[in-house]
């Protein structure tokens, strides 16, 4: 009870200083110099209340992120993801290790160093506790429903001895209970998360054994027993979970008006309080972000629905300001080679086809990387027919990107490094907070489709040829 009433107390400050509307800041300090020119990944993310990741690179030896909550900094890349739990006000130390992670700490408070560096410590004993794909051990896909139980016992098997490393922590009060309440949280929001990639990459083997609706339809269940708090895991496994019971896909992206409709009346049905509040305008802000068209009716649903006015007001700051967001603008710089200087819009005005999906990407997104064979068969099956794909590379350093441009066989014509990489103005006017990221756009600017099907969906040739068939 006592657990309870404290998560309680949380969520009532968290939405508090969610709907405030005042700004706050958590400021980071390099204490090791050589950070900023060694190969450590520098990206951090901050999730927001939509559930939208915000990039931000260390590019100073000194820098400041918005966090007007208590919130996670999301460290590292698709191999390896670091959070490090901040709350508004505070200033952090950062240190390296071993040159290839960060410590983050606090001076002076050793608590607070202690909470700073438990996810990092809690990695290098146990391996990553959180995966958007399957990647794990425990996520293999098996021939036998006995199999994929083994599976299960060992990700339930790890979840203890991470559960028993935390308890041990707080036993020894080197963290506060009101972190220890937190990380728990957190890994049993990780728990569920491998079981959700553990079923899916055995979907069609439960499937055949008529089980996986029902295992499905449980972890729904699992994770709406587990407090909402608003943390980039939580807030993914309750979208996993949402997409695994009404779609066919593991992270179910809406690109059309009936699908949208329908996610936001199973949340109204299925959620309340918070959760609800934040799933639902993350479906409503996914849906004008693929530029689907929105009535009326959809809107006032919506604000019947959603009591957070801190939600109600991203939605409608993005309502006010679409109409900026319609073309491409002329501040995104790139490099065309290591010496020549162009920008976007110049760039697809030139363009002989009329449709570019442009490619966002990075050498040291492993994903993107994986992507590329097939991106490959989908630009030479479609540039015939009036589509070309432009590569867009979000790397810091010039020396990387052209080896993994090499390395991939990317076309000079259509392949560029983009300047300010998370910070340059198309990435944030588009919020593009994880690579790889598809958008559909015309030679003219115009944006089509600003978040399209990853490269090996079926939905994104689906997507194209439709498009085409409806120039005909």
Known sequence: MKTRIKIFLF?????????????NTVRLVLKDKSILKSDIVKLF???DSAGFGTPQLITKNEIEFSVNRPNFLVWGNEKQLVPYFVRPGE????????????????????????ELDFFRKLIERFGNFYFTFPDSKYHLKVN???????????INNIN?????????C???????QDFFLIAKNILASSLINDLQLLYWNNRDLLISASKYNLLTNRLLDEVRKIEFLPYFINFIVNRKAISMVTSKYLNFEITDTLSFSKRLEFINKEYVGIAK??????????ALTHSLPISDSH?????????????????????????????????????SDTTSLSDLYYLLSTQKNEYIVLDFWASWCVPCRKAMPESEKLRKEFLSRGIQFMYLSLDEDIGNWKLAHGLEKLPDSSSFLLLKAFNSDVVKTYNISFIPRYMLVTKYGKVINADLPHVGDPRLPALLNKLLRSKK
């Open 160 to 168: 203890k001895e991470r559960l028993i490393f935390l308890d041990s």
């Open 91 to 114: 200033t952090i130390s950062v240190k390296s290790i071993k040159g290839t992670n960060l410590l983050l700490y606090s001076e002076g408070n050793l608590t607070r160093s202690n």
């Open 170 to 176: 707080f036993k020894i009060k080197s963290i506060s």
């Open 299 to 335: 809107i006032s649903f919506y604000l019947k629905n959603c009591m957070s006015q801190n939600c109600r007001r991203i939605i409608q700051n993005i309502i006010s300001n679409k109409s900026k967001q319609k073309n491409i603008s002329s501040n995104a710089l790139l490099f």
């Open 11 to 23: 969520l009532a400050t968290f939405v508090c200083l969610s709907d405030a509307n005042t700004q």
């Open 144 to 154: 036998s429903i006995d199999g994929i139980d083994k599976l299960a016992t060992g």
């Open 277 to 286: 509040d934040f799933m639902l305008t993350n479906t409503l802000k996914s």
């Open 45 to 47: 993310v901050t999730v």
